[in-house]
Nanobody, 122 residues
Framework: QVQLVESGGGSVQAGGSLRLSCAASGYTVSTICMGWFRQAPGKEREGVAGLYTGSKITYYTASVKGRFTISLDNAKNTLYLQMNSLKPEDTAMYYC???????????????WGQGTQVTVSS
């Protein structure tokens, strides 16, 4: 059974930074895709960033390009999301995901963590 456990959320002011972590267990990360989604109150889940675990090729949604960086430490089986220049519109619950295919569509991912809250104040 795949397990994903997020940490690192919190409250920051606009312009600040946070680093989210996702500890993965129950499988070998080198063979699948991992990523981050977020969901703000009253809105649909949105794909934020993803990473092909074998090649380490990354992709981002347009609104976070240049501000967020996704990375993977294979030795620690841990996925990270470094978030800089945070904006109030980044406020959401952030979820770590894993699955056999990459993309920004939430239906591609069968494994989800419990989420970690990020709140950005203006």
């Amino acid at each position: 059974q795949v397990q994903l456990v997020e940490s690192g959320g919190g409250s920051v002011q606009a312009g600040g930074s946070l680093r989210l972590s996702c500890a993965a267990s129950g499988y070998t990360v080198s063979t699948i895709c991992m990523g981050w989604f977020r969901q703000a109150p009253g809105k649909e889940r949105e794909g934020v960033a993803g990473l092909y675990t074998g090649s380490k090729i990354t992709y981002y949604t347009a609104s976070v390009k240049g501000r967020f960086t996704i990375s993977l430490d294979n030795a620690k089986n841990t996925l990270y999301l470094q978030m800089n220049s945070l904006k109030p519109e980044d406020t959401a619950m952030y979820y770590c995901v894993a699955g056999p295919r990459c993309g920004l569509d939430p239906s591609l991912f069968g494994y989800w963590g419990q989420g970690t809250q990020v709140t950005v104040s203006s």
